[in-house]
T-cell receptor, first 115, second 116 residues
Framework: DAGVIQSPRHEVTEMGQEVTLRCKPISGHDYLFWYRQTMMRGLELLIYFNNNVPIDDSGMPEDRFSAKMPNASFSNLKIQPSEPRDSAVYFC?????????????FGSGTQLSVL | AQSVTQLGSHVSVSEGALVLLRCNYSSSVPPYLFWYVQYPNQGLQLLLKYTSAATLVKGINGFEAEFKKSETSFHLTKPSAHMSDAAEYFCAVSDPSRGGYNKLIFGAGTRLAVHP
């Protein structure tokens, strides 16, 4: 298995632009999580899905952030408009039927820089 | 609410020395506890987890952790450090009071350096 695949690996954009981060979870996994990692705040859970349905988006910082999971093999996280404070590493993780308390499989992350 | 405190943002040991990374949690209910490791430019990988079975949990790469309820601790140890252990280590606790066990709360991380 190729693991969780995220694209792009690096994204540099200017303030005000729309940013789309993509994730392909491991086949057969029921859960998908989006995390953000910064020096100041550490690892924060933004949103998670179960069987393509958003379960908890309370970690999404504001309305500029949105996430979708149109099918079991794809999810995206959009930021519109982007701001410099959104600069961070964004991780996607998936998990089999047991959920996060079973095991999270992380992708390699997307390093986002908003200038 | 649950939280995790990792004591020491940086730990440095000699190759072959004992590794001890500290984690304390706060929880009003029995927690699930995890240790994850992050190598440079990679995502996190699960080292081990505690889910209310044996209090001494063995993980991958020779690591183990002991759940001590009286001390609210879940420290990670390895008897003999290897150069390849250099990485950042994260302790995490589940948060059943806030939407179930799927919401992991991560500590700030401890960066482990191993020198010859």
């Amino acid at each position: 298995d190729a693991g969780v695949i995220q694209s792009p690996r690096h994204e540099v954009t200017e303030m005000g632009q729309e940013v789309t981060l993509r994730c392909k979870p491991i086949s057969g996994h029921d859960y998908l999580f989006w995390y953000r990692q910064t020096m100041m705040r550490g690892l924060e859970l933004l949103i998670y899905f179960n069987n393509n349905v958003p379960i908890d988006d309370s970690g999404m910082p504001e309305d500029r952030f949105s996430a979708k999971m149109p099918n079991a093999s794809f999810s995206n996280l959009k930021i519109q408009p982007s701001e410099p404070r959104d600069s961070a590493v964004y991780f996607c993780a998936s998990s089999p039927g047991g959920g996060a308390y079973e095991k999270l499989f992380f992708g390699s992350g997307t390093q986002l820089s908003v200038l | 609410a649950q939280s995790v405190t990792q004591l020491g943002s940086h730990v440095s040991v000699s190759e072959g020395a004992l590794v001890l990374l500290r984690c304390n949690y706060s929880s009003s209910v029995p927690p699930y506890l995890f240790w994850y490791v992050q190598y440079p430019n990679q995502g996190l990988q699960l080292l081990l987890k505690y889910t209310s079975a044996a209090t001494l949990v063995k993980g991958i790469n020779g690591f183990e952790a002991e759940f001590k309820k009286s001390e609210t601790s879940f420290h990670l140890t390895k008897p003999s450090a290897h150069m390849s252990d250099a990485a950042e280590y994260f302790c995490a606790v589940s948060d059943p009071s806030r939407g179930g066990y799927n919401k992991l709360i991560f500590g700030a991380g401890t960066r482990l350096a191993v020198h010859p």
